[in-house]
């Protein structure tokens, strides 16, 4: 799986948009980018993934530039309870390949 | 709401003996992933199954560790023998390998080994 790189944190009022940004520009073709958060003392969760077209869903937007060596994670609102570690994974979707491998991610810290 | 269940939620023990971690991944899922998070390491993938059968296990000390899955519904992952710097939280997860779909992780187990 391809290695991303990602700040070791940031942080932003409430209320803002959060804009988290992730290097991966060895990305292969059939890699996708995931976005995983982990919130103090639990388990990781998903918020989302992408090819190349950008994505949205109810908790985030992910932007692919065109040559997918980048990406960014957008929280629209932010809120105290999206203070986290988050995590900017590439990995194939399927095949004997496709392990989930974490790097350090990036602490998003909220203020009110 | 369908989940992944993880059992015991902390275990505390003593050097040398065994501990075994039990999983039970959400119901239709044929993929589970054993991670190990410590505050130095972070999350360091263990092992990884597919339909039962270990496809990924070069994260994970031989010698002491082990990870099976008797069945679907359950996966355990066992120390024999434990030692002190196998204090960390272990996490199970499972998905769908033939969907692009994410992979849901349990609360986790909390392993205290003095």
Redesign the interface.
């Given at each position: 799986d391809a290695k991303t790189t990602q700040p070791p944190s940031m942080d932003c009022a409430e209320g803002r948009a959060a804009n988290l940004p992730c290097n991966h520009s060895t990305i292969s073709g059939n890699e996708?980018v995931?976005w995983?958060r982990?919130i103090h003392s639990?388990?990781?969760?998903?918020i989302i993934?992408g090819l190349k077209n950008n994505e949205t869903n109810e908790m985030a937007s992910l932007i692919i530039t065109e040559d997918r060596k980048s990406s960014t994670l957008i929280l629209p609102h932010a809120t105290l309870r999206d203070t986290a570690v988050y995590?900017c994974i590439v990995r194939v979707?399927?095949g004997?390949n496709?392990?989930?491998?974490?790097?350090?991610?990036i602490t998003l810290s909220v203020r009110p | 709401d369908a989940r992944?269940t993880q059992t015991p939620r902390h275990k505390v023990t003593e050097m040398g003996q065994e501990v075994t971690m039990r999983c039970q991944p959400i119901l239709g899922h044929n993929t589970v992933?054993w991670?190990r998070q410590t505050m130095m390491q972070?999350?360091e993938?263990l092992a990884?199954f597919?339909n039962r059968a270990p496809?990924?296990d070069s994260g994970m000390p031989k010698d002491r560790f082990s990870a099976e899955m008797p069945d679907a519904t359950l996966a355990t992952l066992k120390i024999q023998p434990s030692e002190p710097r196998d204090s960390a939280v272990y996490?199970c997860?499972s998905g769908e390998?033939?969907?692009?779909t994410?992979?849901?992780?349990?609360?986790?187990t909390r392993l205290t080994v003095v």
């Open positions: 996708y995931y995983y982990q639990q388990g990781p969760q998903y993934h995590y979707a399927t004997a496709s392990k989930l491998t974490f790097g350090k991610g | 992944v992933f991670y972070g999350l993938l990884y597919r496809l990924d996490f997860a390998s033939w969907s692009y994410e992979a849901f992780f349990g609360q986790g």
